[in-house]
């Protein structure tokens, strides 16, 4: 059977910032010296530390941060790590939580081991840092429609934002965002059905965030953000990386019928709307929408990545099947905009050009030897 990317298989949960980076074995490509076919080569910029999102270079840089004490769960996720990364460059004073052990202390970074999903460790952690702000991105992420997988998304996801929103309540005093997902059901749509038991998590954790503030004012900003993508990605069973990978070394990846459409968004102007959320005072109590607001299809981002691969392989649409209740979630960033000031300034080809150079810069170095692919 043909390995599925994630987004087009049901799969199992990733610890988002939690578990070590990279995917399951069983890609047996050639080693990752020399070119790839048709690649042109890019130049491998937006390594991580070179934002070129809306506050990076070329743009305002965000405001306020120099000496403030952050707290950023699932540090060493995709997101986490990117935001972290921008945040010390800032000049703030970064307290990184994960569940493995730690880093040593960096420049500008402290590193934490906890599990937000525990009640005690989570109060433990804000009473002990004392954050001015909380960025809650751990997460459980998995799109699989299976019934044990409902316990599981709901200490991750839910039980997760409650702790730390209660922690925060009693010693009031932080700002926090939480990571939501395009997902979530919307107010207009309180008839439906979420698509997953991830989906039901997040929508019940942004109803908890808003009660949080109405009742016992926290300051909270929920932030539902659509399919991220760009460089630094180690999640190489992701769309993305398992499309790029898999076009880069020539081989053929197995995708569904791609004609799911899908809202793509780089993580660098994911970590701005971050930025911004924290820095909005109007931004509390509200539930607001990170993505391009843009269509695209699972087959028109791999014909894009066949053009920028300039490979000779070709996508095998239809060799898995659709999922059962995946619809288009687009984000509406309108009231983004209105409230945040912050649009993307990343179109998408641009963005997986950077994305495609970050892969094949580390193919040529030996990197991700077992990344997953078709057989």
């Given amino acids: 059977m043909p390995t599925a990317p994630e987004s087009e298989r049901p799969s199992g949960p990733e610890r988002e910032g939690f578990g070590g980076p990279g995917g399951p074995p069983g890609f047996d490509g050639p080693g990752g010296s020399g070119d790839f076919p048709g690649f042109d080569g890019f130049d491998g910029s937006g390594v991580p530390g070179d934002f070129t999102g809306s506050g990076g270079p070329g743009g305002s840089e965000a405001p306020g941060w120099h000496g403030r004490r952050v707290l950023v769960t699932g540090a060493t996720g995709f997101i986490g790590a990117r935001l972290v990364e921008r945040l010390a460059a800032l000049g703030a004073r970064v307290h990184a939580v994960s569940r493995r052990p730690g880093r040593a202390a960096e420049h500008g970074r402290t590193w934490h081991v906890a599990d937000v999903g525990d009640t005690e460790a989570a109060g433990a952690l804000v009473r002990s840092v004392r954050p001015d702000v909380v960025f809650h991105l751990a997460s459980e992420v998995a799109g699989t429609r299976d019934p044990r997988l409902v316990p599981t998304m709901l200490r991750g996801n839910l039980a997760s934002v409650v702790n730390l929103l209660t922690a925060v309540a009693e010693d009031p005093g932080a700002r926090v965002v939480l990571a939501g997902s395009v997902e979530e059901l919307r107010p207009d749509e309180a008839d439906a059905v979420p698509s997953s038991p991830y989906a039901a998590a997040k929508w019940a954790a942004r109803g908890y965030a808003l009660m949080f503030h109405r009742l016992w004012d926290v300051p909270v900003t929920n932030l539902r953000v659509a399919m991220v993508y760009g460089q630094g990605e180690r999640n190489l069973a992701r769309l993305v990386p398992y499309m790029a990978l898999s076009l880069l070394r020539g081989r053929e990846p197995a995708l569904s019928s791609g004609k799911r459409e899908i809202d793509w968004i ?95 810069d580390r193919l040529r170095a030996g990197e991700f030897q077992d990344a997953p692919g078709p057989p």
């Fill in 266 to 360: 780089h993580v660098d102007d994911v970590v701005e709307a971050f930025l911004a959320a924290a820095t909005t005072p109007e931004a509390a109590g509200r539930s607001l929408d990170v993505g391009s607001g843009t269509r695209t299809t699972i087959r028109d981002t791999a014909e894009l990545l066949v053009r920028i691969t300039g490979g000779v392989a070709r996508p095998r649409y239809g060799a898995l099947p659709d999922r059962p209740l995946d619809s288009a979630r687009i984000a509406d960033i309108g009231p983004t905009a209105d409230v945040l000031g912050w649009r993307p300034v990343i179109g998408l080809e641009d963005g997986l050009r950077r994305t495609v150079a970050w892969y094949a």
